[in-house]
């Protein structure tokens, strides 16, 4: 879990920096980013625990 929280934390980090040196913040590419991320971590956890 301390993996996923460091994981959306540093895409929203990276985020907020690229927006501040292009001054445009699109949420729409991070949400799909952190949704990305929570599905393959799901995926992950799923996997390695049925093996």
Do not use: P, Q, R
């Amino acid at each position: 879990m301390k993996g996923l929280l460091l994981a959306i934390s540093g895409a929203i980090v990276s985020w907020l920096l690229w927006g501040l040196f292009t001054k445009d913040f699109e949420t729409d590419s991070v949400i799909l980013l952190i949704i990305g991320i929570f599905i393959g971590h799901s995926i992950g956890k799923k996997e390695s625990s049925s093996t």
